[in-house]
């Protein structure tokens, strides 16, 4: 466990926000390479590295992190502070710790490789579509916060508009309407859109209704034409696909404005009973701990491979996801060293399972 801190410390120390983790990947694969793995950097930048032969279970973590730098400390109640504690070195770490601790018998029953993935912070997910192309694994485990005690079994789709309205400028005292207004009422029918498609979830809570958000919206004029633009983002549940959403927007703003969309994300959600889930949930209990299944409204890049792999697949990995991308992100050691344990015995347990099936 001394390592495997170490290994987790010195990751959450070297920055690396998207776009820049070729220093943290390096120090990964370095790791990787002297705890017995066959590792390498990948042509996307990825951290990657091997295990054992037979079933192939992929370990698809993400290594970037967003901007915002938070002093890395270990305080007196042994919690460790630092961007990417949470979200998500930590997660990757506990997978590379899990994978470095299996006996000779678990390895030679299944092959584990952990990716370490660049650019999930970024519409672009390099990463995740580098490595969706590069294997057919029998089961995934994605690395995002869970909790020790967790178990994620989806999250939502995602799409982003990107909206601009354009007019000659005119007198406010004049008849018309400005750019700023029309942006506006584009938002407005974008959010009505939203409201439409969440009424009657029901059981299904916020997983089931459409969340839209302003992430931006400005104006402005040269004296002669105005000009407005807006960023609105959507997350989906599994019932409203990007395509649909793109098709019935296009038509609700039709004489405003033909948006531009980005970063389409479907909805995943993988059932609760499969070899994957059977195993985490076993070795949570024998841990001590009470396993809790979860659906997470953001997205990941579980969103990513899922299309490209049909298998088994879960999200795992310590820390509170609620603190993601803020300026508290910190991460208890002690429930680090948990989910080790735990994923150390899951990989047990579901190697052998495979090497059954």
Same mark, same amino acid.
């Given at each position: 466990?001394? /390592? ?59 290594? /970037? ?9 270990? /305080? ?61 694994? /029998? ?88 000009? #407005? ?15 649909? #959403? ?36 076993? #070795? ?74």
């Amino acid at each position: 466990m001394a /390592d495997a801190r170490e290994l987790l410390v010195g990751a959450i120390s070297i920055s690396s926000e998207s776009g820049q983790e070729r220093a943290v990947a390096e120090y990964l694969s370095g790791w990787m390479t002297q705890h017995g793995f066959t590792a390498h950097i990948d042509a996307a930048g990825n951290a990657v590295g091997e295990r054992g032969s037979g079933k192939t279970v992929v370990l698809l973590g993400h290594i /970037d992190t967003v901007p915002g730098h938070i002093p890395v400390r270990v /305080d007196d109640q042994g919690v460790l502070h630092g961007r990417g504690s949470v979200d998500a070195k930590g997660s990757f770490c506990t997978f590379v710790a899990a994978v470095a601790g299996l006996s000779a018998e678990t390895l030679r029953l299944a092959r584990f490789v952990c990716v370490g993935a660049t650019e999930e912070e970024v519409p672009s997910s390099k990463g995740a579509h580098f490595a969706a192309s590069q294997y057919r694994p /029998d089961a995934v485990l994605i690395g995002e916060p869970s909790g020790w005690e967790g178990l994620t079994l989806g999250y939502k789709g995602r799409l982003v508009l990107h909206v601009k309205v354009q007019k000659p400028n005119f007198h406010t005292a004049g008849e018309g309407t400005s750019a700023g207004d029309d942006l506006t009422e584009a938002w407005f029918r974008v959010r009505t859109w939203a409201q439409e498609h969440s009424a009657g979830v029901g059981g299904a809570g916020i997983f089931g209704a459409v969340q839209a958000t302003v992430q931006s919206i400005e104006s402005s004029t040269d004296g002669l034409t105005q000009t #407005a633009s807006g960023v609105f983002g959507l997350r989906l549940p599994p019932e409203v696909t990007p395509e649909q #959403a793109r098709a019935e927007l296009t038509e609700r703003l039709a004489g405003l404005t033909v948006p531009e969309f980005r970063g389409d994300e479907v909805a995943v959600r993988h059932p609760k009973d499969s070899p994957l889930a059977r195993a985490l949930r076993l #070795a949570i209990r024998e841990a001590g701990g009470t396993p809790v299944f979860k659906l997470k409204t953001g997205s990941s890049d579980m969103n990513v491979v899922a299309p490209h792999w049909n298998a088994p697949t879960l999200a795992y990995g310590p820390g509170d996801s609620r603190l993601d991308h803020t300026p508290e992100e910190r991460l208890p050691l002690d429930e680090y060293d948990l989910a080790v344990k735990v994923l150390r015995d899951t990989l047990t347990r579901l190697a052998l399972s495979l090497s059954r099936s």
